[in-house]
C-alpha cells in the first residue's frame, strides 16, 4: 500500500494526505488554496477575519480554479472577559505606537464580523472541508454540517481536546504540536496553555482517538510527512511551508523573512492578539515583553493591534508586523505551490524507498 | 540496507541506533547500561552526580556484565555567578521544608565532586563512548579523549550548539527536543533557553552539521524512533522510555508516575536545580513557582535541595522529588531493559514494513 493511502485522504477523498494550513490573514489566496487541491493535497481557505461576503466571494474564486475538495478554516469565537480599564490602557498604549509610525486615523476601525454570519456562508456554500480551532461547534452546528455532507476538522494542543472533538462528533483531528506558527489552538485550558511538542503529542494522540488525526506542526519537508505517518498520523497539515509559495498572499518581506530564519527565531506571544501565537520575534513583541500592563485578551487585543499591523505592512515595516511562522520555517522555499507539492511527495517517495 | 545500519552504529560499532540516555542521579544502574549494550543497543551511565570512586566501580561493573561498548556521561560545569545573598535567602527558605518534612540535620551537606576528577576516570578507565552536556569539554580533554579511542557526544539544544559541537571536533550529536525530560543541554545561551521542539530542530541540526545526529526528546518507541530517522537522524537517545525498566535504579512510586503522566503533565522548571529541566509537576515546582524571591543558579540549587529530595525519596513522598520526564512518559512500560529493546526494534520493524 503507498503511504499515500490513508483513512485521511479516504475520508477527503484527496489524492495525497497533505492539508494546507488554513492561515488567517490574507495568506490563502483562492489561487494558493485551488493549487493544492489541483495537487492532490487539500487547500484552505483561512476565512477566520474575512467578511462573510469576501469569504463567499473567495469560496467561487476557488471552486471556478478547481473542482477538488477543499477547506475553509474559522476560528471558533472563544469565551473571555473584557476589562475596560486594561482595554483602555492598553489602546492608549497602542496610540503612542500609531503616532511614531504615523499611522493614518481612518485605519483606526477595524469592521467587527460575525461567527454566526461566516457559518452561514459555510453551510449555504456546502463547502466540502470546514476546519476549525479554538473550540468546537455547537452540537447543532456540527449536525447540519454532516447533514450537508461537510467533513470536519478540529484543532487539538492535547490529548483531551482530541478525545473531546472525537466525542462531539468533530470527523478528524489536527493535533497542533508546540513547533506550529500562528495561534495556538488550545480550548480547554485558556488560562494554562499546554505547549506540546510534535514528537511527543501525535503518538499519544493517535492511541486516544480512533478518527484520523492530522499531524501539525514543524512539519515542512518530506521527512517531516514521513516522520508523521511513523508517528500514526494519517496525513498532515503544514502552515509555514505554503506562507512561502508565490500564491501565497502573505507581504513579500515577510516571505524573506520567513526564509531567513533560523531555530531560534520564533516565540509564541499573546503580543499582537491577546491569545498565544507563534511568531518570528520583532521589535513589537520585544517591546510587549517589556510592557509592565496586562494585554487585553483575544479578540480585543486582536482587534486593538490591527490598524497598526496593517499600517506596517503597508510602510514594509516587518517590526511591527504580525509574522506569524513554525520553528522549521527556514525550511521553506520560495516556489509555485504545485511545485512544492510535487516535491514533497517526491521527497517522501525518496525516503520511503530508503528504508 | 535495514534502518539498523547507520553512520552511527558504524561509528560507536553498536547493532541498533538505540542510545539510553546518561541520566544522572542513580537510575542508571550498571544492570540497565549492560542490559542494553547486551541487547545491540549503546547503555550510558549517568555519572554526573556520582564520586569518581564509585564512577570506577559502576564502570567496572559494567564491564563485568558486557564486553560491548557503553558509554559514561557527564556535565561539562557551566560558569555561574553566585550571588551570596540569593542563596542565602533560598536557603532559609528550603529550611522551612526541611523542618515540615523532618529532614535530619546529617542530611544536610552533599559531597561536591569534581569535574576534573570524574575525567579523570573516564580517561583512565579509557571508556568505549563518552556523551556530555550542559557545554564542550576543553580542546585539550578532546584530544586526550580522542587519543584514547573514546568515541565523543555532545548535547545541542540549537542548531548553533550543534554546530558548534562538530567545529570543536566531536565525533556525533545528541539534538535534544524540548519535548526531552530532565534537564535542558542548552550552554550556549544561558540566559535565554531556546525551546525547539524535535520535529523542527532534528532536521535543521542534520542539515547544518555533518556529523551523526541523535534525535531526543519525545521518542518512546518504535514510531519515534523512525520518526527520528525519517527526519535525517542516525539515531536516538531515550530517557525517560529506560527509566521504567526493571532494571533502572529510580524510586519506584517515581516509574509508576511516569506511568500515570498524560501528555499535559510535565513542566520544565528551575525549581530543582537552579537550571531549566522537565518534570512532572508537583507540590514543590508549584510552590516555587508562587516563591517570589529569585532561585539560585546550578549547580548551587541543585545542592540546596538535594537533602530535602533525598529526604523525600526515602519518605515515598513524591511531591518533594525531582521526577523528570518527558513529554510522552505516559507511553512507557515497565518491563525488563532487554525485552523494551527487543519490543522497539519489532516495532520499527513492523512499521517499516508498512510503508
Same mark, same amino acid.
Do not use: C
Given at each position: 500500500?503507498?503511504?499515500?493511502?490513508?483513512?485521511?485522504?479516504?475520508?477527503?477523498?484527496?489524492?495525497?494526505?497533505?492539508?494546507?494550513?488554513?492561515?488567517?490573514?490574507?495568506?490563502? @489566496?483562492?489561487?494558493?488554496?485551488?493549487?493544492?487541491?489541483?495537487?492532490?493535497?487539500?487547500?484552505? %481557505?483561512?476565512?477566520?477575519?474575512?467578511?462573510?461576503?469576501?469569504?463567499?466571494?473567495?469560496?467561487?474564486?476557488?471552486?471556478?480554479? !478547481?473542482?477538488?475538495? *477543499?477547506?475553509? =478554516?474559522?476560528?471558533?469565537?472563544?469565551?473571555?472577559?473584557?476589562?475596560?480599564?486594561? !482595554?483602555?490602557?492598553?489602546?492608549?498604549?497602542?496610540?503612542?505606537?500609531?503616532?511614531?509610525?504615523?499611522?493614518?486615523?481612518?485605519?483606526?476601525?477595524?469592521?467587527?464580523?460575525?461567527? +454566526?454570519?461566516?457559518?452561514?456562508?459555510? %453551510?449555504?456554500?456546502?463547502?466540502?472541508? *470546514?476546519?476549525?480551532?479554538?473550540?468546537?461547534?455547537?452540537?447543532?452546528?456540527?449536525?447540519?454540517?454532516?447533514?450537508?455532507? @461537510?467533513?470536519?476538522?478540529? $484543532?487539538?494542543? !492535547?490529548? =483531551?481536546?482530541?478525545?473531546?472533538?472525537?466525542?462531539?462528533?468533530?470527523?478528524?483531528?489536527?493535533?497542533?504540536?508546540?513547533?506550529?506558527?500562528?495561534?495556538?489552538?488550545?480550548?480547554?485550558?485558556?488560562?494554562?496553555?499546554?505547549?506540546?511538542?510534535?514528537?511527543?503529542?501525535?503518538?499519544?494522540?493517535?492511541?486516544?482517538?480512533?478518527?484520523?488525526?492530522?499531524?501539525?506542526?514543524?512539519?515542512?519537508?518530506?521527512?517531516?510527512?514521513?516522520?508523521?505517518?511513523?508517528?500514526?498520523?494519517?496525513?498532515?497539515?503544514?502552515?509555514?511551508? *505554503?506562507? @512561502?509559495? %508565490?500564491?501565497?498572499?502573505?507581504?513579500?518581506?515577510?516571505?524573506?523573512?520567513?526564509?531567513?530564519? $533560523?531555530?531560534? +527565531? @520564533?516565540?509564541?506571544?499573546?503580543?499582537?492578539?491577546?491569545?498565544?501565537?507563534?511568531?518570528?520575534?520583532?521589535? *513589537?513583541?520585544?517591546?510587549?515583553?517589556?510592557?509592565?500592563?496586562?494585554?487585553?485578551?483575544?479578540?480585543?487585543? =486582536?482587534?486593538?493591534?490591527?490598524?497598526?499591523?496593517?499600517?506596517?505592512?503597508?510602510?514594509? =515595516?516587518?517590526?511591527?508586523? +504580525?509574522?506569524?511562522?513554525?520553528?522549521?520555517?527556514?525550511?521553506?522555499?520560495?516556489?509555485?505551490?504545485?511545485?512544492?507539492?510535487?516535491?514533497?511527495?517526491?521527497?517522501?517517495?525518496?525516503?520511503?524507498?530508503?528504508?
Amino acid at each position: 500500500m503507498s503511504w499515500k493511502q490513508t483513512k485521511l485522504t479516504e475520508m477527503l477523498s484527496i489524492a495525497t494526505p497533505i492539508i494546507q494550513a488554513g492561515m488567517a490573514g490574507g495568506s490563502t @489566496t483562492p489561487d494558493l488554496v485551488a493549487a493544492v487541491s489541483n495537487a492532490g493535497g487539500l487547500g484552505t %481557505l483561512g476565512a477566520a477575519y474575512l467578511s462573510p461576503e469576501a469569504m463567499r466571494e473567495a469560496i467561487r474564486k476557488i471552486r471556478e480554479k !478547481t473542482t477538488r475538495p *477543499f477547506a475553509v =478554516n474559522l476560528q471558533i469565537p472563544p469565551p473571555y472577559e473584557e476589562s475596560p480599564q486594561v !482595554t483602555r490602557r492598553m489602546r492608549k498604549h497602542l496610540q503612542s505606537y500609531e503616532k511614531k509610525l504615523g499611522v493614518p486615523r481612518e485605519e483606526k476601525s477595524p469592521p467587527s464580523i460575525s461567527f +454566526s454570519d461566516q457559518m452561514r456562508v459555510v %453551510l449555504e456554500e456546502k463547502v466540502p472541508v *470546514f476546519s476549525f480551532t479554538f473550540g468546537i461547534p455547537e452540537p447543532e452546528l456540527i449536525k447540519q454540517l454532516r447533514d450537508n455532507q @461537510t467533513v470536519t476538522i478540529g $484543532t487539538a494542543t !492535547t490529548v =483531551n481536546e482530541a478525545v473531546e472533538l472525537e466525542k462531539r462528533g468533530v470527523d478528524a483531528v489536527a493535533a497542533q504540536g508546540f513547533e506550529a506558527g500562528g495561534h495556538r489552538g488550545t480550548f480547554q485550558s485558556v488560562a494554562d496553555y499546554p505547549y506540546i511538542g510534535s514528537m511527543a503529542l501525535i503518538p499519544q494522540v493517535v492511541d486516544h482517538v480512533s478518527i484520523p488525526v492530522i499531524a501539525s506542526g514543524g512539519i515542512m519537508d518530506g521527512r517531516g510527512i514521513l516522520a508523521s505517518l511513523a508517528l500514526g498520523a494519517a496525513g498532515v497539515q503544514m502552515g509555514s511551508a *505554503f506562507l @512561502t509559495t %508565490l500564491e501565497s498572499g502573505a507581504h513579500p518581506l515577510y516571505k524573506e523573512a520567513l526564509l531567513q530564519t $533560523t531555530d531560534e +527565531s @520564533t516565540v509564541i506571544t499573546k503580543a499582537f492578539s491577546g491569545r498565544p501565537a507563534r511568531g518570528i520575534r520583532n521589535a *513589537f513583541i520585544q517591546e510587549m515583553e517589556r510592557h509592565p500592563e496586562p494585554i487585553p485578551p483575544f479578540p480585543i487585543q =486582536n482587534a486593538l493591534t490591527k490598524p497598526l499591523r496593517k499600517f506596517a505592512a503597508k510602510q514594509n =515595516n516587518l517590526e511591527y508586523m +504580525s509574522l506569524w511562522g513554525g520553528q522549521a520555517s527556514a525550511l521553506g522555499r520560495l516556489e509555485p505551490a504545485g511545485e512544492l507539492m510535487e516535491r514533497l511527495q517526491q521527497e517522501v517517495e525518496d525516503l520511503v524507498s530508503r528504508f
